[in-house]
C-alpha cells in the first residue's frame, strides 16, 4: 500500500490537484490531507505560509504512523498542494525500487500548478 500525503497551508486541495491523485493507476491507494488551521498567517504571509506548511508535513507524518489503516504501508508520498501527478506518477516512482525517490517540476502550467 502506498499513501500519499498532501500538506496545505490553509486552503482546500485544487480540483485539479485532486483529479490527479484520483487518476493513479495504482492498487491500494490511500490519501491523507492536512489542513491545520493556519498560526500567525496573516502576519507574515510568506514565510508563516511555509512555516505552516512545513508543520502539516510533520502532523501527516504522525497521522500515518499511528493510522491503523496505514499498518501495511510500504511507501509514503508527500505531496505539494500545487502538484498535479500524472496518471502514471505513482507506478513510476514505485518501479525506481528505491527506498526514497523525488521528482522535480520545470515549470509551472498556466492555471500555476506544477
Known amino acids: 500500500m502506498i499513501a500519499i500525503l498532501v500538506p496545505t497551508a490553509s486552503e482546500p486541495i485544487p480540483s485539479e490537484v485532486m483529479k490527479g491523485i484520483e487518476a493513479q493507476k ?6 491523507i ?3 491545520e488551521k493556519p498560526q500567525e498567517l496573516d ?6 505560509r511555509l512555516k505552516n506548511i512545513a508543520r502539516n508535513r510533520n502532523i501527516l507524518r504522525q497521522k500515518a504512523l499511528k493510522d491503523p489503516s496505514l499498518k501495511d ?3 509514503f508520498l508527500l505531496l ?3 502538484v498535479v501527478l500524472p496518471p ?3 507506478y513510476h516512482l514505485w518501479k525506481m525500487g528505491e527506498p526514497i525517490v523525488g521528482g522535480w517540476y520545470p515549470q509551472r502550467n498556466k492555471n ?3
Open 112 to 114: 500555476g500548478y506544477w
Open 80 to 82: 505539494d498542494s500545487d
Open 43 to 48: 502576519k507574515n504571509p510568506g514565510p508563516n
Open 26 to 31: 495504482f492498487p491500494g491507494l490511500k490519501t
Open 73 to 75: 504501508a510500504t511507501h
Open 88 to 90: 502514471d506518477a505513482v
Open 33 to 35: 490531507i492536512s489542513c
